[in-house]
C-alpha cells in the first residue's frame, strides 16, 4: 500500500508567519451581564470630565466630578457600577489612557476594583504622605488674603480625602500658619477664646471671616 495522504493543518510559510497578527487583547474590564442591556449615549460621553495623568492632576476631584455626571444621565433601570465601568474608559486621555489599555485582561472585575486601580496609579501612598506634611506645614503667603488662604487650606484638604487628620488638628494647623494680622483678627473675633470653641465653631468663624475677608477685596 502507497502513504496516506497528510491531512493535518497546512504548515504556514516564512511569509504568513512573518505578517502582522490583527487580533487584538480583551480590554482589562470584564463587564458584568446586565439584565436589560444598554449602550452609552453620546450626549453622556461628551459631558464626561477628562483626566490625563498629568502631574498637578487632581485624581480624586476627576472620580468626583465622574459621579456626578454619570449619576445625573444613568438611566433608572441600570445599576450605578455598571454605567460606571462602561463610562470611565472615555474619560480617560493620553497616559491615563495608555494605562488602563496595559492593565491585564480581564483584571477589573467590578467598579470597586478599576477605582482602587485609578488611585494607586494616580495617587500613591507616596503621594498621601506627601500631601499630609504640605496640611501640617501649610503657611500663609506674603500679600495672600485670609480668604485666599482658607481656599487653598481646603483644596489642599480635599485633594487628600483620606489624610486622616482629625478636624481639631486640622483647625490647629491652619491657625498656626497665619500671619500675624489675620491670626489676631480670628484671636479678636473669638474674645481669645478660640481653644475653648468647637471644632464645628471654629470652622464656622474662620468661614465668616474669611466670606468678610473677600468682600473687602472686592469693594477695593
Same mark, same amino acid.
Given at each position: 500500500?502507497? /502513504?496516506?495522504?497528510?491531512?493535518? *493543518?497546512?504548515?504556514?510559510? #516564512?511569509? /504568513?508567519?512573518?505578517?502582522?497578527?490583527?487580533?487584538?487583547?480583551?480590554?482589562?474590564?470584564?463587564?458584568? /451581564?446586565?439584565?436589560?442591556?444598554?449602550?452609552?449615549?453620546?450626549?453622556? $460621553?461628551? @459631558?464626561?470630565p477628562k483626566f490625563h495623568?498629568?502631574?498637578?492632576?487632581?485624581?480624586?476631584?476627576?472620580?468626583?466630578?465622574f459621579h456626578i455626571v454619570?449619576?445625573?444621565?444613568?438611566?433608572?433601570?441600570?445599576?450605578?457600577?455598571?454605567?460606571?465601568?462602561?463610562a470611565f474608559p472615555f &474619560?480617560?486621555?493620553?497616559?491615563? %489612557?495608555?494605562?488602563?489599555?496595559?492593565?491585564?485582561?480581564?483584571?477589573?472585575?467590578?467598579?470597586?476594583?478599576? %477605582? +482602587?486601580?485609578?488611585?494607586?496609579?494616580?495617587?500613591? =501612598? &507616596?503621594?498621601?504622605?506627601?500631601?499630609?506634611? !504640605?496640611?501640617?506645614? $501649610?503657611?500663609?503667603?506674603?500679600?495672600?488674603? @485670609?480668604?485666599?488662604?482658607? /481656599?487653598?487650606? %481646603? +483644596? @489642599?484638604? =480635599?485633594?487628600?480625602?483620606?489624610?486622616?487628620?482629625?478636624?481639631?488638628?486640622?483647625?490647629?494647623?491652619?491657625?498656626?500658619? #497665619? %500671619? $500675624?494680622?489675620?491670626?489676631?483678627?480670628? !484671636?479678636? =473675633?473669638?474674645?481669645?477664646?478660640?481653644?475653648?470653641?468647637? *471644632?464645628? &465653631?471654629?470652622?464656622?468663624? $474662620?468661614?465668616?471671616? =474669611?466670606?468678610? &475677608?473677600?468682600?473687602?477685596?472686592?469693594?477695593?
Amino acid at each position: 500500500m502507497g /502513504e496516506q495522504p497528510y491531512n493535518g *493543518p497546512r504548515e504556514r510559510t #516564512l511569509r /504568513e508567519m512573518a505578517a502582522p497578527d490583527f487580533t487584538y487583547e480583551s480590554l482589562c474590564i470584564q463587564y458584568p /451581564e446586565e439584565d436589560v442591556p444598554f449602550v452609552l449615549k453620546t450626549g453622556l $460621553i461628551h @459631558l464626561l470630565p477628562k483626566f490625563h495623568g498629568r502631574a498637578g492632576e487632581d485624581p480624586h476631584k476627576h472620580l468626583k466630578e465622574f459621579h456626578i455626571v454619570c449619576s445625573t444621565m444613568r438611566p433608572h433601570n441600570v445599576p450605578e457600577d455598571h454605567i460606571y465601568l462602561k463610562a470611565f474608559p472615555f &474619560s480617560l486621555e493620553d497616559l491615563a %489612557k495608555d494605562w488602563l489599555y496595559y492593565l491585564a485582561p480581564g483584571s477589573i472585575t467590578s467598579w470597586d476594583d478599576l %477605582k +482602587r486601580a485609578f488611585l494607586e496609579k494616580f495617587f500613591p =501612598a &507616596s503621594k498621601n504622605t506627601a500631601i499630609r506634611k !504640605d496640611i501640617s506645614g $501649610i503657611r500663609q503667603l506674603t500679600g495672600e488674603s @485670609l480668604y485666599e488662604y482658607w /481656599e487653598r487650606f %481646603k +483644596r @489642599l484638604c =480635599a485633594s487628600c480625602p483620606h489624610h486622616q487628620i482629625f478636624e481639631q488638628l486640622l483647625l490647629q494647623y491652619f491657625y498656626e500658619g #497665619l %500671619k $500675624i494680622m489675620d491670626r489676631s483678627m480670628i !484671636d479678636a =473675633a473669638s474674645r481669645g477664646a478660640l481653644g475653648d470653641m468647637t *471644632p464645628a &465653631s471654629t470652622r464656622g468663624l $474662620i468661614e465668616k471671616m =474669611a466670606s468678610n &475677608s473677600q468682600k473687602i477685596q472686592y469693594d477695593e
